[in-house]
C-alpha cells in the first residue's frame, strides 16, 4: 500500500491518495488534502460538506449518492464543485477522509 505524506504524517493511501485508515483522518488531514488541489483555507461550507460525508460514512458505510449530498447539504452540485476543484469524489471524499467511492458521490 502506497504512503503519502500529508500535515507532517505518513499515512497509507491507495493509488489515487484515499486515506485507506478513515480513523486517522483529522482536521489538518483536510487542510492538506486541500492545498495540493490548490485551495488555501476550508471555509464552512467546505466544512459542511466535509462532516456530512464523514457522517454519513460511518452511519452507513458507503458514500452518499450525489443527489443525496446535495439535497441534504442544500448545495447545488455546481457550488460542490467551486469548492471542491475534483468534484464530490475525488477531492469531497478524499479530503473527509474516507475511501474511494464506487458508484456513489
Same mark, same amino acid.
Given at each position: 500500500? *502506497?504512503?503519502?505524506?500529508?500535515?507532517?504524517?505518513?499515512?497509507?493511501? %491507495?493509488?489515487?491518495?484515499? &486515506?485507506?485508515? *478513515?480513523?486517522?483522518?483529522?482536521? %489538518?488531514?483536510?487542510?492538506? $488534502? /486541500?492545498?495540493?488541489?490548490?485551495?488555501?483555507? &476550508?471555509? *464552512?461550507?467546505?466544512?459542511?460538506?466535509?462532516?456530512? &460525508?464523514? %457522517? $454519513? $460514512?460511518?452511519?452507513?458505510?458507503?458514500?452518499?449518492?450525489? !443527489? !443525496? &449530498?446535495?439535497?441534504?447539504?442544500?448545495?447545488? #452540485?455546481?457550488?460542490?464543485?467551486? #469548492?471542491? *476543484?475534483?468534484?464530490? /469524489?475525488?477531492?469531497? @471524499?478524499?479530503? /473527509?477522509?474516507?475511501?474511494?467511492?464506487?458508484? @456513489?458521490?
Amino acid at each position: 500500500m *502506497p504512503k503519502m505524506e500529508l500535515a507532517g504524517n505518513s499515512y497509507e493511501v %491507495d493509488e489515487h491518495g484515499f &486515506l485507506q485508515e *478513515p480513523e486517522k483522518w483529522n482536521a %489538518d488531514l483536510a487542510r492538506a $488534502y /486541500a492545498l495540493r488541489e490548490g485551495i488555501s483555507e &476550508l471555509t *464552512p461550507d467546505h466544512w459542511t460538506v466535509i462532516n456530512y &460525508l464523514r %457522517d $454519513y $460514512y460511518h452511519k452507513n458505510g458507503i458514500c452518499p449518492m450525489v !443527489r !443525496r &449530498l446535495t439535497k441534504e447539504t442544500g448545495f447545488s #452540485l455546481k457550488k460542490i464543485y467551486d #469548492l471542491f *476543484p475534483n468534484g464530490p /469524489a475525488h477531492s469531497a @471524499c478524499k479530503w /473527509a477522509g474516507i475511501p474511494k467511492p464506487t458508484g @456513489c458521490v
